[in-house]
């Protein structure tokens, strides 16, 4: 009887390593499904700013930089939900054929959001005004290359 449990344990993990997309993430649907939500919620974050850096919304240095606070953390959150395996949502294939160029249009783009929060913590509007910019080209740099059209 243990033994019976102990094998069952020892192919439980085996399965596990051997399929690392389902490390975090029972199926792809899963994976995909989590990678959208992580991007609408870094969409909602982000975009609520440009009001702000447009000039159309005065700027409040305290809330913008606790907004970019929880943007920065939110930026960690979708590119676990790329693995392999996990193909399909809005993701061109290029994203998992061009495995290197993703990448660094991910490291760009957590680059960019650094900046941003190191210019928000400044209370500088232009500082702020710019770092947003930059954030914002690098959100298109990577939707240009790996998002599908819609
Ligand atoms: C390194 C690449 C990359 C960067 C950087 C990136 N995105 Fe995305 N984004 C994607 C991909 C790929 C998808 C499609 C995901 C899917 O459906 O499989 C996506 C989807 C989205 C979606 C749609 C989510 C949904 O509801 O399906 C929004 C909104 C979005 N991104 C906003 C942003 C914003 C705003 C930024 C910058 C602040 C950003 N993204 C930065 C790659 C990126």
Known sequence: MKKRILITAISAVMVAVATPASAQFA???????YRQASMALIGSHFGRMA??????????AAAIAANVEVLSVLAQL????????????????EAWSDAAGFKKDQDDFLGAIEKL????????????????GNVGKSCKTCHDAYRKEK
Not at 80 to 86: L, V
């Open 51 to 60: 009001p702000v850096a447009k000039k159309e919304v005065p700027f409040d």
């Open 78 to 93: 979708p590119w676990a939900a790329f693995g392999a395996g996990t193909e399909g949502g809005d993701t061109k294939p």
């Open 27 to 33: 199926k792809p649907e899963q994976a995909i499904s």
């Open 117 to 132: 929060q190191v210019a928000s913590k400044s209370g500088d509007f232009d500082a702020f005004r710019v770092a947003f």
